[in-house]
């Protein structure tokens, strides 16, 4: 059974900085796409950035946050700098076969995990 395990969320004072990981099993992910995504409450889910041979970042977070993925421990990393109340939103971990910037491509979704930036 896959599986995508996010962990790292928190509460963090604007400015501060948050590192999340996504632990996948259940498959070899060496070959796909690993991606966040994030949704604030009443919005829709919002593409966050993607890592497979390079990194992409939506333009609101690019500069400030950082993809980064170890295949040896099937594990995906989310670094978080300068984080702003804007921020604020569930994070999820998802995994798929193709390169994109919308949740309908990505096959596999962890849970999500909280993070709120406010002081």
């Known amino acids: 059974q896959v599986q995508l395990v996010e962990s790292g969320g928190g509460l963090v004072q604007p400015g501060g900085s948050l590192w999340l990981s996504c632990v996948a099993s259940?498959?070899?992910?060496?070959?796909?796409?690993m991606a966040w995504f994030r949704q604030a409450p009443g919005q829709e889910r919002e593409y966050v950035g993607r890592?497979?041979?390079?990194?992409d970042y939506a333009d609101s977070v690019k500069g400030r946050f950082t993809i980064s993925r170890d295949d040896a421990q099937n594990t995906v990393y989310l670094q978080m700098n300068d984080l702003r109340p804007e921020d604020t939103a569930v994070y999820y971990c998802?995994?798929?076969?193709?390169?994109?910037?919308?949740?309908?491509?990505?096959?596999?979704w962890g849970q999500g995990t909280q993070v709120t930036v406010s002081s």
């Open positions: 259940g498959r070899n992910f060496r070959n796909y796409v």
């Open positions: 998802a995994s798929g076969p193709r390169m994109s910037r919308y949740a309908e491509n990505y096959t596999y």
């Open positions: 890592m497979l041979w390079s990194t």
